[in-house]
Nanobody, 116 residues
């Protein structure tokens, strides 16, 4: 079955960096686009970034452009989110996502807290 496992979250000061990872299994990873979403307390889950395959075309939420970079390693079945210049408003649970046919798959999420 499809499994997505996020890691790399934590507590970081404003201006700091984190790299999130999402290890995928149970499907042909290289065939599908992969996305990152986030959900802040009391808010809906929100799109952050997506990367296609095999071209690697990327798209980002406007508020993270120039600060976040999504990438993938098809040999390792892993998608990454490099987050630089973090702001308190980036605090959220970050989720990995893929869509296969009519089904949407999510990881368990990893907490990112940006605070001094």
């Amino acid at each position: 079955q499809v499994q997505l496992v996020e890691s790399g979250g934590g507590l970081v000061q404003p201006g700091g960096s984190l790299r999130l990872s999402c290890a995928a299994s149970g499907f042909t990873f290289s065939r599908y686009a992969m996305s990152w979403y986030r959900q802040a307390p009391g808010k809906e889950r929100d799109f952050v970034a997506v990367i296609s395959s095999p071209s690697g075309t990327t798209m980002y939420k406007d508020s993270v452009k120039g600060r976040f970079t999504i990438s993938r390693d098809n040999a390792k079945n892993t998608v990454y989110l490099q987050m630089n210049s973090l702001k308190p408003e980036d605090t959220a649970v970050y989720y990995c996502n893929t869509r296969i046919g009519a089904s949407n798959y999510w990881g368990q999420g990893t907490q990112v807290t940006v605070s001094s």
